[in-house]
């Protein structure tokens, strides 16, 4: 769980009800994922029993748990909070004890991460009720990272870095990607997160694919190897950082190629401010590889939000034109892809400074040759 207080539950969920009221929006309904564990602290297990957080545009937000779940959600911040926590059992009907509780509401908006039967199951319990995305509700409360929220963000990324100064002793000629990969896992663990999110061993040729993750391919000399892992820590902020290594010489060309990634990271970063767009920041990124001829092998956009989710607002892409502001963190990360012959991708957390970024990573962003 979140270390919460009830003050902070209290202020979040007072601060939903204000973007509720300006929307025109008569409830919130917040079922188990980082949006719940966002405004009470309560880290529900999704299941198929019915856990959903009812909060009306006014009154008092209403926890609805399985009986056999009673104490977890009393034990929660939630509970000391004061929230409310009701109880269904096996025989009741939860989606109507919910519905009831908003029951003069003429529109609820649900989170974007509800499973599709429970949306359904609760149009079904009030068909007169219509539903809308809570996503731009809470996006607007998540996007600006409080400070304590910061300061998790900025121990998960020392984990992470701890991490990565460790890769190059196990990158070995002979070796595969996924005996290098589980070596990783054991790493991020003992670097303190409690849950290993992703590890990709992109060699070769494999690099060439930005998701790849790992497979049984053998490491070769000259092999360049992207190396992008994270996890979650005991908090629930998340970790996420890519470098790229070289088991032995990569050649000339790639290097040339690695030098003009590394002019356009550090333009990127260095854009970061209030009121910069994020389409401006992916724009920043793009044109150093444009200019160097590298444009087309650029295929993704340049970074995206992270806190409880490693993915979430803000999108820092063409098109996005949200200006940013003071506390947003978010990933910069060019890359360049060859198929059928490797690849490359720099990434950092970045948080808005009131003058500038603030870079959460601090491992060298060169390419490390392992001899």
């Known amino acids: 769980m979140t270390s919460m207080d009830s003050a902070l539950v209290s202020a ?51 926890l609805v748990v399985p009986r056999l779940e009673e104490l977890a959600a009393l034990a929660s911040p939630a509970g000391d909070a004061g929230v409310d926590v009701l109880t269904w059992g096996e025989t009741d009907d939860a989606y109507s004890l919910v519905m009831s509780l908003v029951h003069d509401a003429s529109n609820v908006a649900v989170d974007n991460r509800m499973w599709a039967e429970k949306v359904l199951h609760l149009r079904s319990a009030a068909p007169h009720v219509a539903q809308v995305l809570a996503g731009p509700l809470m996006d607007t409360m998540r996007v600006r990272k409080e400070v304590h929220e910061i300061e998790a963000l900025t121990r998960a990324a020392a984990a992470i870095d701890r991490v990565h100064a460790q890769v190059p002793g196990l990158l ?64 629930g902020y998340r970790s996420d950082c890519t470098r790229t290594y070289a088991v032995g010489d990569p050649g000339e060309e790639y290097r040339a190629f690695y030098a003009h990634l590394q002019r356009s990271q550090e333009a990127a970063v260095a854009a970061v401010k209030p009121g910069v767009t994020c389409s401006s920041i992916d724009a920043t990124a793009r044109s150093a590889l444009t200019d160097a001829g590298m444009g087309r092998l650029f295929i993704h956009r340049t970074g995206h939000g992270i806190g409880l989710e490693t993915h979430e607002a803000p999108y820092i892409v063409e098109g996005n034109f949200l200006p940013l502001e003071p506390g947003m963190a978010f990933s910069v990360e060019p890359g360049f892809y060859v198929e059928g012959r490797f690849g490359a991708r ?7 400074g009131v003058d500038g970024p603030i870079v959460l990573n601090h491992g060298t962003r060169d390419l490390v040759v392992v001899k």
Do not use: W
């Not at 204000?18 to 079922?31: E, F, M, N, P, Y």
């Not at 999704?46 to 856990?51: F, I, S, V």
């Not at 720099?346 to 808005?352: A, G, S």
């Open 346 to 352: 720099i990434e950092d957390i970045v948080v808005v």
């Open 12 to 62: 979040r969920l007072k601060q939903l009800q204000t973007l509720a009221d300006r929307a025109d929006v008569d409830a919130i309904l917040i079922s188990p994922g980082p949006d719940l564990r966002y405004l009470i602290g309560y880290d529900a297990v999704p299941l198929e029993r019915l856990t959903c957080l009812v909060v009306p545009r006014q009154g008092d937000a209403k």
């Open 172 to 235: 070995q000629t002979g070796r595969s990607e996924r005996e290098i990969g589980d070596s990783i896992a054991e790493l991020i663990l003992a670097e303190g997160h409690i849950r290993v999110d992703f590890v990709i061993v992109a060699s070769g040729p494999n690099g060439a694919s930005p998701h790849h993750e790992v497979s049984d391919r053998i490491l070769v000399e000259g092999d360049p190897v992207v190396v992008d892992i994270g996890g979650t820590m005991p908090d």
